[in-house]
């Protein structure tokens, strides 16, 4: 079954206690990206990837740290979490290039719902 | 660059009637456009998408869209709405002559009551 998978779904965690979520897809997507949704600020983009070593910020990078390094897998490192990180997470991926490949949408993952106290 | 508005934070409907949630979108290119549902406590689920061709298109659970491109508009639409079908709503688009990006509408909460 094609899919983005998330691990955990659930993670409650103390400030200052690194940690890792990972995201895999088995659709050899190029295009991976993160994302962080709260309350009435709907998804913003923390990271992107283009490809295998390839990644870009999004809006809101701080804090967070990605990396790229095979081409299903996108972590999601918050090397210092703070209590503003606390949010629900989502990765997705994607098929890139030019034309209508664009138009294939994303394949979500369930999310990550992150406490940080 | 591109961006995508959702004006209703809420949308409140009777079941049985018909449901509009808005989109317009704005891109320096051809849009491809997307409209992705998220139940509580769930992830972002696809609902249809519009590439090309037809104004009207029709995806999961009886939705559909129609595309205007003089309007940039690209409304959900059902003919009459579920209890079940009370969700966060996301619209987004991404530009062919843009980067890889998409850029998804803030949302807005669908409520069905019955």
């Known amino acids: 079954e094609a899919q983005v998978t998330q691990n955990p779904r659930y993670l409650i965690t103390v400030t200052g206690k690194k940690l890792t979520v990972t995201c895999s897809q088995n659709m050899n997507h190029e295009y991976m990206s993160w994302y962080r949704q709260d309350p009435g600020l709907g998804l913003r983009q923390i990271y992107y990837?283009?490809?295998?070593?390839?990644?870009d910020k999004g809006d809101v990078p701080e804090g967070y740290k990605v990396s790229r390094k095979e081409k299903r897998n996108f972590p999601l490192i918050l090397e210092s979490p703070s209590p503003n990180q606390t949010s629900l997470y989502f990765c997705?991926?994607?098929?890139?290039?030019?034309?209508?490949?664009?138009?294939?949408?994303?394949?979500f993952g369930s999310g990550t719902r992150l406490t940080v106290v | 660059a591109q961006s995508v508005a959702q004006p209703e934070d809420q949308v409140n409907v009777a079941e049985g009637n018909p449901l509009t949630v808005k989109c317009t979108y704005s891109v320096s290119g051809n849009p491809y456009l997307f409209w992705y549902v998220q139940y509580p406590n769930r992830g972002l689920q696809f609902l249809l998408k519009?590439?090309?061709?037809?104004?009207l298109v029709k995806g999961s659970y009886g939705f559909e869209a129609e595309f205007n491109k003089s309007q940039t508009s690209f409304h959900l639409k059902k003919p009459s709405a579920l209890v079940s079908d009370s969700a966060l709503y996301f619209c987004a688009v991404r530009d062919d002559n843009y980067g890889q990006n998409f850029v998804f509408g803030p949302g807005t909460r669908l409520s069905v009551l019955p």
């Open positions: 997705a991926s994607s098929p890139a290039g030019q034309g209508t490949i664009r138009g294939y949408g994303y394949t």
């Open positions: 990837s283009m490809n295998v070593e390839v990644t």
């Open positions: 519009y590439i090309t061709g037809d104004n």
